[in-house]
């Protein structure tokens, strides 16, 4: 499967280098292709044996850092072919992967159709996920970033896309979407057994894939560019499925059918920037919800204050898996704030600092055996300083 | 009296020419002298700006040239037009790369690279500072 992804990233990146070879400005010269990009490092820590975002740790962690190549390509009038190739390093160990690669007919913008593997049109930073210059914070709110994982960047399939005018001042855009979809891989930890001598739970960490098959879905978005306002509601449902150590797949204990639903608000307007966003996981033994609020102001054309607060909650049914979990595990609640500089409006520099309470996304690494001995911190802090480009 | 009389007059001339060059554009929209259009609606030009009106009336595809970020023409367009400032359309249009979605449209240095753009293409729409001679091209007036 790595050296799949490894050759998938390859081919991209030749096909780059081929067009680099040619002229990266073509688009600017009237011709039909474009070559753009996008990164970031940061240095991420916690105060105590916790992780938070997978950049952070009670060490101070370097090894965060992430590159991307977007190529996009007119070969005819209704044609046009995307790509974007992905190549990072966090505490989930080093990725490379086509974040996305897909062939679009444009019949008008009213109707569009897209074939391959598209990112999933869900809320407001899906599409967006990993581009640091459209957002204030180095890391996203946990319900996209954090150890559940639970929003997928792309799916495998078809999809229709559209925006539509409604007077001057107003748009509808929607789409509809059918396939299959990958989670972000979980690193979990799954009790294996109990020690005979102590009764303490023995734990083995594995790299879990949730798989969401025969998926289909959508976004419809009322917006007005004018005023700077976007609100929508997007969801998606599927037959879950999942991969342990990048083995077979087999059915998901914990549901076999999912529903994701999310309703999100963003209001742009000069140096202030609002988004919230909520997001409510119907499974079949487990519910999760989450939301946030984050707010950002530009102080000149440098500098950028902003603020967030996210809360999540995990509901499990009664007698299952989950349900036995300690109730410290099950929720997360964050306050952030931001400080950044903004050296040009593609180059920023984030000092972010976070206090989170509850171990749902900030967590040590065998988080059931800690919080049975009542070692597990509930107060986690975390210091992310970070730098994030666009071009 | 008389000589107060005529302060006030000069003063209220030198205001209102003051205010009358003051509302003046600080640019001006061009088309392809073939293309019948001859004004447009602000709403309109914003939505063919950002792709989303992508044919004129007969049907030829609309191909519109953009200013650098930099440029004050630019922020002034983009203030009047898309009643946005340019950052914000900017961070529009990388939204609009990064989710593969489009791609922004091509970027003239100058208004000479704008004219010469606008007079080879019949579907071009473009705008230049409001000094810009503008020899071999339209200019559209905004409704």
């Given amino acids: 499967m790595h050296s799949s992804r490894l050759c998938a990233a390859s081919g991209a990146l030749a096909l780059v280098g081929l067009l680099l070879a040619g002229d990266a400005r073509a688009q600017a010269n009237g011709e039909h292709y474009s070559l753009r990009g996008f990164g970031g490092w940061a240095l991420g820590r916690t105060d105590n044996n916790n992780m938070f975002g997978y950049v952070a740790s009670g060490d101070t962690e370097y090894n965060n850092y992430d590159f991307a190549l977007n190529l996009a390509a007119q070969p005819a009038d209704k044609l046009s072919v995307r790509a974007q190739a992905f190549w990072g390093e966090d505490l989930r160990g080093r990725r490379i992967d086509l974040d996305y690669v897909f062939a679009e007919w444009a019949q008008s913008p009213k109707l569009k159709l897209r074939v391959g593997k598209v990112l999933s049109p869900f809320g407001l930073y899906t599409e967006i996920y990993d581009v640091g210059t459209l957002r204030p914070f180095y890391l996203l709110p946990q319900f996209y970033s954090g150890t559940t994982g639970l929003l997928p960047k792309a799916y495998l399939g078809a999809g229709l896309t559209g ?18 979809v990958r989670f972000q891989e979980i690193p979990a930890v ?11 739970p023995l734990t083995e960490n594995q790299e879990l894939q949730l798989i969401g098959r ?17 609100l929508g509601f997007s969801a ?31 209001y742009e307007r000069g140096p202030f920037t609002l988004r919230s ?45 989950y349900a036995s979990l300690p109730d410290q595990l099950k929720r997360h609640e964050s306050f952030g704030l931001a400080l950044n500089f903004w050296a040009t409006p593609d180059v920023v520099f984030k000092v972010n600092g976070y206090s989170v309470h509850g171990n749902q996304s900030a967590r040590s690494a065998n988080p059931g055996v800690d919080a049975a001995l009542g070692r597990l911190d509930d107060s986690t802090l975390v210091l992310v300083l970070g730098a994030q480009f666009s071009f | 009296m008389p000589i107060l009389r005529k302060t006030l007059l000069l003063l209220v001339a030198v205001a209102s020419t003051t205010l009358a060059a003051g509302v003046q554009p600080a640019y001006r929209i061009v088309v392809n002298p073939a293309n019948p259009a001859a004004g447009l609606p602000r709403a309109e030009v914003a939505r063919m700006f950002l792709k989303k009106v992508v044919a004129w009336p ?18 002034a367009f983009s203030r009047d037009v898309h009643q946005r400032d340019a950052e914000a359309i900017a961070a529009h249009w990388q939204t609009a790369v990064f989710s593969g979605r489009d791609v922004p449209p091509p970027i003239a240095r100058t208004d000479a690279e704008v004219l010469a753009f606008v007079r080879a293409n019949p579907g071009a729409l473009g705008y230049v500072s409001a000094t810009a001679e503008l020899a071999g091209v339209k200019a559209l007036t905004l409704r």
């Fill in chain 1, 163 to 180: 925006v539509m005018s409604l007077g001057d001042e107003w748009e509808l855009s929607y789409d509809a979407v059918g396939g299959e």
């Fill in chain 1, 190 to 200: 799954v009790v294996v057994g109990r020690d005979p001598a102590t009764g303490l």
């Fill in chain 1, 214 to 230: 025969d998926m289909f879905g959508g976004r419809i978005e009322l917006g007005s560019p004018t005023h700077g306002l976007r």
């Fill in chain 1, 236 to 266: 998606l449902h599927a037959r879950v499925e999942q991969s342990v150590n990048g083995g077979p797949r087999e059915p998901y204990p914990a549901a076999d059918q999912a529903t994701l639903a999310n309703a999100f608000l963003q």
């Fill in chain 1, 277 to 321: 966003e909520y997001f409510h996981a119907f499974a079949d033994t487990v519910d999760l919800t989450s939301g946030y609020a984050e707010a950002s102001y530009k102080l000149g054309r440098h500098w950028q204050v902003a603020g967030v607060y996210d809360r999540g909650r995990l509901s499990p049914e009664a007698g299952t898996f």
């Fill in chain 2, 58 to 75: 007969d049907g030829l595809p609309v191909t519109v040239i953009d200013l650098e970020r930099s440029s004050a023409v630019r922020q």
